[in-house]
């Protein structure tokens, strides 16, 4: 199976501020990685499909990056509806695999 | 609009079978794939295994043989039976759409999830 690595576990930032998640892939899954927002209490959130891709009706405020078997998600302004669990997912090869989530808050 | 929900009991005794439905609406499971997620206490997320338009099935192999996922086109639902549960299938289950085109390989509509504690 191929493991995602996801860092950090939480995270606490305040508003307007960059926020930053990474995922690493144990091997080469190209471009097939997506992240996923969930609130508490709701499901899981399409954000980010294809490494790069906005997903529709997603604020243009994430950005999804690649580096290799790196990718990041990057909150460019945090705001107030924003915290939540953030995963990643690796749709390369199956089984499809979870990166273990970031809890992000408001500091 | 597309929409899931799950259904099934929220306690199971261990060893015995979990059995879970989901109803689709505004969308027929005879296109797409369609798949079930779980997600355990601590944040843990698993792939568990999908459906797809033509009855086609794949299955985490974590899971081995006892996993099945068959489907009820006439009522659009599909369903997930777990065989030989411990405590450790305690999770919220979440039935999930695989999306078109260039979101094939991803779920783009999820239903709420219906959590599931296995507990004598």
């Known amino acids: 199976d191929i493991q995602m690595t996801q860092s950090p576990a939480s995270l606490s930032a305040s508003l307007e501020e960059i926020v930053t998640i990474t995922c690493q892939a144990s091997?080469?899954?190209?471009?097939?990685l997506a992240w996923y927002q969930q609130k508490p209490g709701k499901s899981p959130q399409l954000l980010i499909y294809?490494?790069?891709s906005l997903a529709d009706g997603v604020p243009s405020r994430f950005i999804g990056s690649r580096s290799g078997t790196q990718y990041s998600l990057k909150i460019s302004r945090l705001q107030v509806e924003d915290p939540g669990i953030y995963y990643c997912?690796?749709?390369?090869?199956?089984?499809?695999?979870f990166g273990g989530g970031t809890k992000l808050e408001l500091k | 609009e597309v929409q899931l929900q799950e259904s099934g009991p929220g306690l199971v005794k261990p060893s015995q079978s979990l059995s879970l439905t989901c109803s689709v609406t505004g969308y027929s499971i005879t296109s797409n794939y369609w798949g079930w997620i779980r997600k355990f206490p601590g944040n843990k997320v698993e792939w568990m295994g999908y459906?797809?338009?033509?009855?086609?099935?794949s299955s985490n192999p974590s899971l081995k043989s006892r996993i099945s996922i068959t489907r009820d086109t006439s009522k659009n639902q599909f369903f997930l039976q777990l065989n030989s549960v411990t405590t450790a299938d305690t999770a919220t289950y979440y039935c999930?759409?695989?999306?078109?085109?260039?979101?094939?390989?991803?779920?783009?509509?999820w239903g709420q999830g219906v959590m599931v504690t296995v507990s004598s």
């Open positions: 294809g490494a790069t």
């Open positions: 459906i797809s338009y033509s009855g086609s099935t």
């Open positions: 997912l690796q749709a390369s090869s199956a089984p499809w695999t």
């Open positions: 091997q080469d899954i190209g471009n097939w």
């Open positions: 999930a759409r695989y999306g078109n085109y260039i979101t094939s390989n991803y779920f783009d509509y």
